[in-house]
């Protein structure tokens, strides 16, 4: 005698019953219940508060003097720390603060070689600036490219509207000298306050 496979048995018994209409709601069921639980989870998501905003203002600047961003890369522009060839007070050790324990980028907006010489010749003095990290340009447009290219951790500039622009694209914008329009900046009266 020819006995019939075990699943070939199983298979005629559940057409000849109603097991496979009863498998087939178990598994309607469970599709239901699970399209309803993943909805009801994606419509919670969707409820959650908002992520809390940039820290900025007097949380930016603690964070600095906790030395949070030690290691980092930082662009100043050369206007914040000098005015008419001289420097600012605090200036010149603000900059070898930084540049001790930052990865300091310093922008430079020249007219001719001749400022060039002027900036290299006032910098000279400080060690950890790397020269190739000292850049020059042209144009206002120079401090925007060349933020958005190295990208840093912190951005220092003196003028409201790059700061303004620039605030959109990097984490950290400190103005100095003016007062910040948008609450992605930090104002500051000068450089100094950076490590005090």
Request: proline fraction near 4%; include cysteine; charged fraction near 20%.
């Amino acid at each position: 005698m020819h006995r019939k496979p075990l699943f070939e048995t199983i298979w005629n018994e559940m057409l000849d019953s109603n097991a496979l209409m009863a498998i087939t709601v178990f598994v309607g069921a469970v599709s239901f219940y699970m399209f309803l639980t993943r909805n009801d989870h994606q419509d919670r998501r969707r409820e959650s508060p908002p992520p809390t905003p940039k820290k900025h203002g007097a949380s930016f600047l603690r964070r600095i003097h906790l030395g949070e961003f030690s290691g980092r890369t930082i662009c100043i522009s050369w206007e914040t720390l000098v005015e008419k060839h001289e420097w600012r007070d605090c200036a010149k050790e603000t900059l070898l603060a930084l540049s001790s324990n930052m990865i300091v980028y310093l922008m430079c907006h020249i007219s001719n070689a001749n400022e060039k010489g002027k900036v290299l010749s006032m910098v000279k003095d400080i060690p950890q600036l790397a020269r190739h990290n000292i850049l020059f340009c042209e144009t206002e447009k120079g401090y925007e490219a060349f933020s958005r290219q190295i990208k840093p951790a912190i951005l220092v500039t003196h003028d409201s509207a790059q700061a303004e622009f620039l605030s959109l694209v990097l984490p950290n914008v400190v103005l100095v000298g003016s007062s910040a329009t948008g609450s992605a900046m930090t104002s500051i009266s000068s450089l100094s306050e950076l490590l005090f």
